[in-house]
């Protein structure tokens, strides 16, 4: 299928159906950049398949037991489970949304169920209070809460919000790739001890110095190019630099010895869905859930923004077509995760990478969901893509994302400084849901100030009232004598 600068429709037979369906030559897209989107999409984000058993795997549960009983953990038990609950979702979101957003375990999310959750109860019981989490956003969905919530925010607040992600998934490429990394005398430093040298380090900088090219050059596909070429120098470097890890983040780029593998998902419906409320008080159970609900409501919400808008497929009024469908696949998601005892699945920031490529419509999800199955299938060839060679289109990709503060009036300060608010934490606090919170609780406070409250959406003073508790969680806590 030809990728040419002005789309035209197929008119008959299954691609045309399919074109039809999809909105693909509406949205000016294509099929080549669809399919084109979708792998970048996967290769961005095919982390997870390889960091959600590292961090869910080895925690042992109240009762002395890791996820899916024992007391070994069984990575490639949790990898098969979470490779094919993404893939299912991310299909689901876009045969049913129609928007190439790709879903898998929520970062953050998988690491507070880990560590603040199971360590007090079963993880049948964890995954269960993620599966009641879930319920909730679904009924707030189809209440249509979730949604005027989603509408009642301001446009230059959403566009904040794009540019704080951007800046936020910016810090994740350098973090995750070792170009940026904690320091004893000032919080982060560059490299090691201020020095870039490594060889997994030469490989990220190469391949960001690629990936820039590509991208300023308008070359179709770059930043997919950028993954795969990044690739090959990484494996390239690890077999001339000699054997072991040599500094690699999380995987060692090497072609593995074997590549299909028999999956286990065994863990698929492990959970208990009210066993929570018998190992803990039904207060505290209720903190947990809020606290999940929160933080998967804003981070959805942040992303979808987002990514929606680099996308271009938020209206001028700034709202989002298919706002519903999209909301009620990421929350069915939610739950649909606690149930494969993968954590909460959530919508990726990472989509941004498939719609830096081109994809504009679910064709483009369609294609990540079914890698994500095969990866089932072949996690041996998704342990071959370090960090280092998929940072430097999340680097690329946060550039791409900030663009978008050209549309913020600074000379407002009314919305200016809640707006820095937002961009700015979310990558100093590492939370998307934390710089909406700041900026919301801003926003309403200097409005409520200057005696402007008629200009706040009900809803969001509701809205900023549950980041005020959500944000107050601690101090509650240890006022019910629950901490």
């Known amino acids: 299928m030809s990728d040419i600068t002005t789309p035209t429709s197929p008119s008959t037979g299954f691609a045309g159906r399919l074109d039809r369906y999809f909105h693909i030559s509406e949205r000016r897209s294509t099929f080549g950049r669809e399919i084109r989107g979708g792998l970048a999409t996967f290769f961005t984000m095919a982390y997870i398949v ?21 007391t070994v953990a069984n990575f490639a038990m949790i990898a098969a489970a979470t490779a094919f609950t993404a893939g299912v979702l991310t299909i689901l979101m876009g045969v049913v949304a129609k928007v190439p ?43 249509g809460f979730r949604t005027a919530v989603f509408h009642a925010i301001p446009n230059q607040m959403k566009t904040a919000i794009s540019v704080g992600i951007g800046l ?45 090219v590509l991208v300023a050059r308008k070359v179709k596909g770059a930043i997919l190019i950028g993954i795969v070429g990044t690739t090959i120098i990484a494996i390239i470097v690890q077999a001339i630099a000699g054997a072991g890890k040599l ?19 065994s863990l ?4 208990s869905l009210f066993g929570s409320f018998t190992k803990v008080s039904a207060v505290l159970a209720v903190l947990l859930v809020f606290t999940l609900l929160i933080t998967d409501f804003f981070d959805t919400m942040g992303t979808v923004v987002g990514v929606g808008r ?40 990472e989509s941004a990478a498939g719609v830096g490529e081109g994809a504009r419509t679910g064709f483009a999800s369609v294609v990540t969901g079914i890698l994500f199955l095969l990866a089932v299938f072949l996690s041996p060839l998704v ?67 200057k005696g402007k409250t008629r200009e706040v959406h009900p809803l969001l003073w509701v809205v900023t009232a549950l980041f005020v508790i959500y944000f107050a969680i601690g101090p509650i806590k240890i006022l019910l004598g629950l901490s």
């Open 268 to 271: 698929l419906g492990q959970f």
């Open 168 to 212: 936020f998934i910016a810090l994740i490429g350098f973090v995750d790739s070792g170009f940026v990394r904690k320091a004893e005398g000032t919080p982060l430093e560059l490299g090691i001890g201020g020095s870039l040298t490594s060889w997994p380090l030469f490989v990220f900088i190469v391949g960001l110095l690629l990936t820039v």
């Open 50 to 70: 390889v960091l959600n058993p590292l961090i869910m795997g080895s925690v042992k549960d109240a009762d002395g037991q890791v996820l899916g009983d024992g």
């Open 383 to 449: 342990d071959v893509v370090p960090y280092e060679a998929a940072a430097p289109a999340l680097v690329v990709v946060g550039f791409l994302m900030m663009t978008a503060i050209r549309d913020i009036d600074f000379t407002d300060y009314e919305i200016a400084i809640p707006a820095f608010l937002t961009i700015v934490l979310m990558p100093f606090t590492y939370s998307i849901s934390n710089g909406i919170g700041a900026g919301f609780i801003t926003y309403v406070l200097i409005k409520a100030i």
């Open 101 to 143: 957003f790709a879903l898998a375990a929520g970062l953050g999310l998988n690491a507070f169920v880990a560590f603040g959750i199971a360590s007090s109860m079963s993880w049948e019981d964890a995954m269960g209070l993620v599966v009641l989490e879930g319920i909730v956003i679904v009924i707030l969905v189809l209440t």
């Open 310 to 349: 680099q996308a271009d497929l938020v209206d001028e009024d700034g709202t989002l077509p298919r706002t519903r469908e999209i909301l009620l696949v990421d929350s069915v998601a939610a739950a649909a995760g606690g149930a494969a005892s993968t954590s909460s699945n959530t919508t990726y920031i």
């Open 247 to 265: 500094g690699w983040s999380l995987v060692v780029p090497e072609l593995p010895e074997r590549i299909v593998g028999v999956p286990d998902l």
